[in-house]
Protein backbone atom coordinates (compact mmCIF):
# COMPACT_ATOMS: atom_id res chain seq x y z
CA UNK A 1 0.00 0.00 0.00
CA UNK A 2 1.37 3.29 -0.98
CA UNK A 3 0.55 6.86 0.26
CA UNK A 4 1.16 10.19 -1.75
CA UNK A 5 1.65 12.64 0.79
CA UNK A 6 -0.66 16.35 0.55
CA UNK A 7 2.14 19.24 0.98
CA UNK A 8 -0.60 21.46 1.17
CA UNK A 9 -3.50 19.90 3.39
CA UNK A 10 -5.00 22.93 5.05
CA UNK A 11 -5.03 25.02 1.57
CA UNK A 12 -2.54 27.28 3.14
CA UNK A 13 1.17 26.84 2.19
CA UNK A 14 2.36 28.78 5.48
CA UNK A 15 -0.07 27.44 8.00
CA UNK A 16 0.70 23.50 6.30
CA UNK A 17 4.24 24.39 7.23
CA UNK A 18 3.57 26.02 10.87
CA UNK A 19 1.66 22.88 11.72
CA UNK A 20 3.83 20.82 10.10
CA UNK A 21 6.61 22.39 12.38
CA UNK A 22 4.74 21.61 15.56
CA UNK A 23 6.70 18.25 16.47
CA UNK A 24 10.13 19.90 16.53
CA UNK A 25 8.71 22.86 18.42
CA UNK A 26 7.56 20.45 21.22
CA UNK A 27 10.84 18.73 21.38
CA UNK A 28 13.05 21.36 21.58
CA UNK A 29 10.49 23.63 23.68
CA UNK A 30 9.85 20.49 26.24
CA UNK A 31 14.09 20.39 26.02
CA UNK A 32 14.93 23.65 26.60
CA UNK A 33 12.18 25.66 28.19
CA UNK A 34 10.44 22.70 30.79
CA UNK A 35 13.21 20.78 31.12
CA UNK A 36 11.79 17.31 30.58
CA UNK A 37 13.64 14.62 30.25
CA UNK A 38 15.05 13.50 26.62
CA UNK A 39 13.48 10.62 26.70
CA UNK A 40 9.34 12.07 27.31
CA UNK A 41 10.07 14.99 25.27
CA UNK A 42 10.95 12.53 22.03
CA UNK A 43 7.79 10.21 23.02
CA UNK A 44 5.79 13.87 23.03
CA UNK A 45 7.30 14.81 19.63
CA UNK A 46 6.58 11.55 18.65
CA UNK A 47 3.01 12.12 19.50
CA UNK A 48 2.53 15.64 17.99
CA UNK A 49 4.13 14.01 14.90
CA UNK A 50 1.74 10.85 14.72
CA UNK A 51 -1.32 13.19 15.51
CA UNK A 52 -0.70 15.45 12.48
CA UNK A 53 0.03 12.76 10.30
CA UNK A 54 -3.11 10.67 10.77
CA UNK A 55 -5.33 13.94 11.82
CA UNK A 56 -3.99 16.94 9.70
CA UNK A 57 -2.51 14.96 6.46
CA UNK A 58 -4.52 12.05 6.69
CA UNK A 59 -2.08 9.32 6.98
CA UNK A 60 -3.60 6.06 7.86
CA UNK A 61 -2.85 5.39 10.85
CA UNK A 62 -1.77 2.12 10.32
CA UNK A 63 1.38 3.17 7.84
CA UNK A 64 1.92 6.13 10.37
CA UNK A 65 2.57 3.91 13.13
CA UNK A 66 5.12 1.98 10.88
CA UNK A 67 6.75 4.93 9.68
CA UNK A 68 7.38 5.36 13.88
CA UNK A 69 8.46 1.93 14.23
CA UNK A 70 10.91 2.33 10.91
CA UNK A 71 12.06 5.67 11.99
CA UNK A 72 13.16 4.16 15.36
CA UNK A 73 14.98 1.13 13.62
CA UNK A 74 17.00 3.56 11.83
CA UNK A 75 17.76 5.73 14.41
CA UNK A 76 18.50 3.12 16.75
CA UNK A 77 20.91 1.02 14.89
CA UNK A 78 23.62 3.20 14.42
CA UNK A 79 23.44 4.04 18.31
CA UNK A 80 23.65 0.28 18.82
CA UNK A 81 26.18 0.13 16.03
CA UNK A 82 28.65 2.72 17.86
CA UNK A 83 27.78 0.90 21.68
CA UNK A 84 28.80 -2.35 20.52
CA UNK A 85 31.96 -0.92 18.92
CA UNK A 86 32.92 0.51 21.92
CA UNK A 87 32.55 -2.42 24.23
CA UNK A 88 34.81 -4.24 21.91
CA UNK A 89 37.18 -2.09 22.20
CA UNK A 90 37.01 -1.46 25.82
CA UNK A 91 36.89 -5.57 25.88
CA UNK A 92 39.92 -5.70 23.71
CA UNK A 93 42.35 -3.04 26.13
CA UNK A 94 41.33 -5.32 28.98
CA UNK A 95 42.37 -8.58 27.89
CA UNK A 96 45.88 -6.94 26.52
CA UNK A 97 45.97 -5.30 29.20
CA UNK A 98 46.10 -1.79 27.49
CA UNK A 99 43.52 -0.28 29.62
CA UNK A 100 46.35 2.43 30.50
CA UNK A 101 46.58 3.69 27.40
CA UNK A 102 43.01 4.30 27.35
CA UNK A 103 42.60 6.44 31.13
Known sequence: MTWS???????????????????????????????VRAQL?????????????????GMPASMAGMAAVNGAAFGLFPIGWIVLNAMFVYN????????GVLQ
Open 5 to 35: QNYDPLGNLVLSELVASVPVVVLLGLLAFWH
Open 41 to 57: AALAGLGAALGIAIFVY
Open 92 to 99: LSVETLQV
